[in-house]
Protein backbone atom coordinates (compact mmCIF):
# COMPACT_ATOMS: atom_id res chain seq x y z
CA UNK A 1 0.00 0.00 0.00
CA UNK A 2 1.10 3.64 -0.62
CA UNK A 3 -0.15 6.33 1.63
CA UNK A 4 -0.12 9.58 -0.02
CA UNK A 5 -0.78 12.51 2.68
CA UNK A 6 -1.02 15.89 1.90
CA UNK A 7 -1.58 19.05 4.10
CA UNK A 8 -4.37 20.86 0.94
CA UNK A 9 -6.79 19.17 -0.72
CA UNK A 10 -5.53 21.03 -4.11
CA UNK A 11 -2.70 19.05 -3.24
CA UNK A 12 -4.69 15.56 -3.08
CA UNK A 13 -6.94 16.44 -5.74
CA UNK A 14 -3.80 15.74 -8.22
CA UNK A 15 -4.06 12.44 -7.03
CA UNK A 16 -7.86 11.69 -7.54
CA UNK A 17 -7.36 13.05 -10.41
CA UNK A 18 -4.46 10.84 -11.86
CA UNK A 19 -5.59 7.42 -10.35
CA UNK A 20 -9.67 8.11 -10.60
CA UNK A 21 -9.94 7.82 -6.84
CA UNK A 22 -13.46 7.10 -5.60
CA UNK A 23 -14.68 9.72 -2.87
CA UNK A 24 -12.86 7.98 0.01
CA UNK A 25 -9.67 8.59 -1.60
CA UNK A 26 -8.62 4.96 -1.19
CA UNK A 27 -8.23 1.89 -3.86
CA UNK A 28 -6.34 -1.20 -3.01
CA UNK A 29 -3.14 -0.06 -4.09
CA UNK A 30 -3.19 4.09 -2.53
CA UNK A 31 -4.51 5.76 0.66
CA UNK A 32 -4.49 9.34 0.20
CA UNK A 33 -4.91 11.25 3.33
CA UNK A 34 -5.54 15.31 3.48
CA UNK A 35 -3.76 16.55 7.04
CA UNK A 36 -4.74 20.26 6.70
CA UNK A 37 -1.96 22.54 6.96
CA UNK A 38 0.79 23.03 10.02
CA UNK A 39 3.00 20.56 11.27
CA UNK A 40 0.90 19.70 14.30
CA UNK A 41 -2.11 18.72 11.79
CA UNK A 42 0.40 16.60 9.49
CA UNK A 43 1.58 14.90 12.12
CA UNK A 44 -1.18 13.88 13.57
CA UNK A 45 -2.58 12.39 10.36
CA UNK A 46 0.62 10.87 9.92
CA UNK A 47 0.64 9.18 13.47
CA UNK A 48 -2.73 7.90 12.42
CA UNK A 49 -1.52 6.38 9.13
CA UNK A 50 1.14 4.47 10.31
CA UNK A 51 -0.37 2.36 13.01
CA UNK A 52 -2.29 1.11 9.50
CA UNK A 53 1.01 0.48 7.89
CA UNK A 54 2.67 -3.27 7.36
CA UNK A 55 6.24 -2.87 6.99
CA UNK A 56 5.88 -3.37 3.29
CA UNK A 57 4.05 -0.23 2.82
CA UNK A 58 5.30 2.87 1.81
CA UNK A 59 4.47 6.35 3.27
CA UNK A 60 4.98 9.91 1.20
CA UNK A 61 4.14 13.47 2.10
CA UNK A 62 4.12 15.10 -0.94
CA UNK A 63 3.03 19.03 -0.94
CA UNK A 64 3.84 22.77 -2.14
CA UNK A 65 7.09 24.73 -0.85
CA UNK A 66 8.71 27.96 -1.46
CA UNK A 67 11.80 28.10 -2.68
CA UNK A 68 14.77 30.35 -3.53
CA UNK A 69 15.05 31.69 -7.32
CA UNK A 70 17.85 29.09 -7.65
CA UNK A 71 14.78 26.60 -8.00
CA UNK A 72 12.30 26.54 -11.05
CA UNK A 73 8.82 26.83 -10.74
CA UNK A 74 7.35 23.47 -10.85
CA UNK A 75 10.58 21.73 -9.69
CA UNK A 76 10.32 18.71 -7.88
CA UNK A 77 12.32 18.42 -4.49
CA UNK A 78 13.45 15.27 -2.86
CA UNK A 79 13.66 16.23 0.61
CA UNK A 80 16.55 13.85 1.20
CA UNK A 81 18.49 15.73 -1.46
CA UNK A 82 17.89 19.60 -0.30
CA UNK A 83 17.77 21.89 2.50
CA UNK A 84 13.97 21.85 3.52
CA UNK A 85 13.29 24.14 6.03
CA UNK A 86 9.63 23.03 8.54
CA UNK A 87 8.38 27.13 9.14
CA UNK A 88 4.82 27.99 11.02
CA UNK A 89 3.85 30.26 8.72
CA UNK A 90 3.89 31.63 5.30
CA UNK A 91 7.24 33.23 4.49
CA UNK A 92 7.70 36.06 2.03
CA UNK A 93 10.82 37.06 2.48
CA UNK A 94 14.30 36.23 0.65
CA UNK A 95 17.61 35.29 1.59
CA UNK A 96 16.70 33.74 5.05
CA UNK A 97 16.14 30.28 3.75
CA UNK A 98 16.26 27.96 0.36
CA UNK A 99 13.62 25.71 0.62
CA UNK A 100 10.40 26.19 2.95
CA UNK A 101 7.33 23.92 3.69
CA UNK A 102 4.74 23.93 6.96
CA UNK A 103 4.28 20.19 7.63
CA UNK A 104 7.98 18.53 6.75
CA UNK A 105 8.49 18.37 10.33
CA UNK A 106 5.50 16.55 11.97
CA UNK A 107 5.28 13.73 9.06
CA UNK A 108 8.99 13.31 10.02
CA UNK A 109 8.28 13.13 13.66
CA UNK A 110 5.22 10.52 12.79
CA UNK A 111 7.27 8.30 11.27
CA UNK A 112 10.58 8.11 12.75
CA UNK A 113 9.90 4.44 12.67
CA UNK A 114 9.22 3.85 9.42
CA UNK A 115 11.65 2.33 6.56
CA UNK A 116 9.85 3.01 3.46
CA UNK A 117 9.44 7.49 4.05
CA UNK A 118 9.88 10.32 1.54
CA UNK A 119 9.05 13.87 1.57
CA UNK A 120 8.75 15.24 -2.10
CA UNK A 121 8.23 19.10 -2.19
CA UNK A 122 7.01 21.05 -5.59
CA UNK A 123 8.59 24.69 -5.82
CA UNK A 124 5.32 26.90 -5.97
CA UNK A 125 6.63 30.23 -5.55
CA UNK A 126 9.83 32.61 -4.84
CA UNK A 127 8.34 33.39 -1.13
CA UNK A 128 5.68 35.31 -2.77
CA UNK A 129 2.69 32.81 -1.45
CA UNK A 130 0.13 35.47 -2.23
CA UNK A 131 0.13 34.05 -6.06
CA UNK A 132 -0.11 30.15 -5.36
CA UNK A 133 -3.73 29.29 -6.39
CA UNK A 134 -5.50 25.80 -5.85
CA UNK A 135 -5.40 25.33 -9.71
CA UNK A 136 -1.93 26.05 -9.78
CA UNK A 137 -0.90 23.81 -6.90
CA UNK A 138 -2.88 20.89 -8.72
CA UNK A 139 -1.43 21.35 -11.98
CA UNK A 140 2.03 21.60 -10.12
CA UNK A 141 1.60 18.11 -8.30
CA UNK A 142 0.03 16.15 -11.05
CA UNK A 143 2.92 17.43 -13.41
CA UNK A 144 5.02 15.77 -10.73
CA UNK A 145 3.47 12.18 -10.05
CA UNK A 146 4.94 10.04 -12.46
CA UNK A 147 8.43 11.34 -11.12
CA UNK A 148 8.00 10.79 -7.42
CA UNK A 149 6.49 7.16 -8.43
CA UNK A 150 9.59 6.45 -10.45
CA UNK A 151 11.63 7.38 -7.55
CA UNK A 152 10.16 4.87 -4.83
CA UNK A 153 9.47 2.33 -7.29
CA UNK A 154 5.38 2.78 -7.12
CA UNK A 155 3.53 0.65 -10.40
CA UNK A 156 0.20 1.92 -10.46
CA UNK A 157 -2.24 -0.76 -11.76
Known amino acids: MLYIICALKSEAQAFVDKYKLPKNRQNAQITLIVSGVGSENMFNATKDAVTNMSNNDTIINVGICGGDKKFAIGELIDARDE?????VSEISEHGQYELVDMESEGFLKAVQNVENKYIFKVVSDHFEPHK????KTKSLIFNVIDDINNKINFKAN
Open 83 to 87: NLTCV
Open 132 to 135: VTKD
